[in-house]
């Protein structure tokens, strides 16, 4: 159920085709979330946690643990956003990174490293979950969000 439902998701708002082989594939992901549940996240969402967790490992940090909450909530304003054309961070109390047409997930990493409030919210010590999304939007480009919590 929760396989076919995420498989719909993607088709109905259209996940970024983007140039890394494992978001190519389109199969969703399994994952245990920090609460110990099993969730699927699209190809594209869990590679951008990859990318977090690998450059957290490189600074010495621990990884972060998928939330089912923010996930939920990351995909929701990343939705947002993309329906309305609008990069514009949310209201919920979460530290959250975002961004808009960037073409796949190691040009948006580069983009939010390269930025210091950005790369702050990645690198962040007090940080133990996180969520992220990206959704096309109507006139092709793709927005990104990731949350981050305690």
């Not at 389109?26 to 969402?45: M, N, Q, R, Y």
């Not at 643990?65 to 109390?93: D, F, I, P």
């Amino acid at each position: 159920m929760q396989r076919a439902l995420a498989l719909t998701l993607a088709i109905l708002v259209g996940l970024p085709a983007v140039s890394a082989a494992a978001e190519k594939k389109g199969a969703a992901v399994e994952v245990v979330t920090a609460s110990a549940k099993k969730i699927l996240l699209f190809p594209t969402e869990d590679l951008l946690v990859r990318y977090v967790n690998g450059t957290r490992k490189r600074y010495g940090l621990p990884e972060l643990k998928v939330c089912e909450n923010l996930m939920g909530s990351a995909r929701q304003h990343c939705y947002w956003m993309a329906g309305s054309g609008s990069l514009q961070h949310t209201s919920a109390q979460v530290a959250e990174n975002i961004a808009q047409g960037q073409r796949d997930t190691t040009e948006v990493m580069h983009s939010w490293m390269n930025s210091p409030g950005h790369r702050a919210n990645i690198l962040g010590g007090g940080y133990s979950r996180i969520g992220a999304a990206a959704y096309r939007g109507a006139g092709g480009q793709i927005f990104w969000c990731l949350q981050f919590s305690h």
